[in-house]
């Protein structure tokens, strides 16, 4: 581990660009990104269909290369990692939280969130604190094919976090729940950014999504092209507002 550890943001992003190449065209995914996320933020990644998003989430997540800038999580170079150590890493550093859960149908929610984590003397403890939390004891022994949507979410956010890692990285996490549910797991994920200084980086389509964030970074063609804070009203046609306003601006002043 880097020896700048203690002193760095749990997140920075520099300069980053990625291109495709499909046949004879080439497409560029992102175009000098630069972003950095302190200890306790919630980030919501917004913009149009093929704008970069989920490009990004995964070069934050070391699951896609990058041709140039470097992402950096708790100080650590993630380019400077070899397959197995980037693995590694990434395990105890990053936890992962998808559109469509991912959770292993054969297994209960309890061996569900406790599959990514080392076993330890105190890992069932942190199994029930986790469990806990995120107010699932009394579906520990359920399988996800009997939990409903949101409580799918809930085992896999939980999941994410039995390593503490320093960062949760979240693609779409409300696109398959209803709006109950979906706004739930925003409030337990802008919870959890509080209670556990957790940074958090999010991507969404929707303003509901959106307004639980303490930034929201809007992407365009690859590039984040402008930032703003939602107001705290909660309240989601000022966010597409602001949003909308932001994405229309022409490049040259934004
Ligand atoms: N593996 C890949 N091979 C080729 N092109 C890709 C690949 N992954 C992404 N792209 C292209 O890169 C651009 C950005 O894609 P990305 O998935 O990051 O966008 P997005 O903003 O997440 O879109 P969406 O909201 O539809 O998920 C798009 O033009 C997409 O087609």
Redesign the pocket.
């Known amino acids: 581990m880097n020896s700048s550890t203690q002193t760095s943001p749990p997140l920075v992003v520099e300069g980053v660009c990625k291109q495709?190449?499909?046949s004879q065209s080439v497409?560029t995914?992102l175009n000098e990104v630069d972003l950095t996320a302190e200890a306790g933020e919630f980030i919501v990644i917004m913009?149009?269909?093929?704008?970069?998003?989920?490009?990004?989430l995964?070069a934050i997540a070391g699951l896609t290369d990058v041709d140039e800038g470097k992402v950096l999580v708790n100080g650590q170079d993630l380019s400077q990692l070899s397959d197995v150590q980037l693995t590694r890493f990434r395990g105890k550093e990053i936890g992962l939280v998808f559109q469509a859960f991912n959770l292993i149908s054969s297994l209960t929610a309890e061996d569900n969130i406790r599959l990514p984590a080392p076993s330890s003397n105190d890992l069932s403890k942190r199994v029930d604190q986790v469990l806990g939390r995120l107010n699932l004891q009394d579906r520990r022994l359920h399988k996800p094919g009997a939990l409903s949507g949101g409580e799918q979410q809930r085992v896999a956010i939980a999941r994410a976090l039995i390593c503490d890692p320093a960062i949760l990285l979240a693609d779409?996490p409300t696109g398959s729940l209803d709006f109950d549910a979906g706004q739930q797991i925003c409030q337990l994920l802008h919870e959890l950014s509080r209670e556990q200084g957790r940074t958090i980086v999010a991507?969404t389509?929707e303003p509901n999504v959106a307004m639980w964030a303490d930034r929201v970074v809007v992407?365009r063609d690859?590039k984040n092209i402008a930032e703003f804070t939602p107001d705290g009203s909660r309240d989601p046609q000022e966010v597409a507002m602001q949003y909308q306003g932001l994405l229309r601006r022409p490049m040259e002043t934004v």
């Open positions: 495709f190449r499909r497409i995914a913009g149009a269909s093929g704008s970069g998003k989920s490009t990004l995964h779409e991507v389509h992407m690859g």
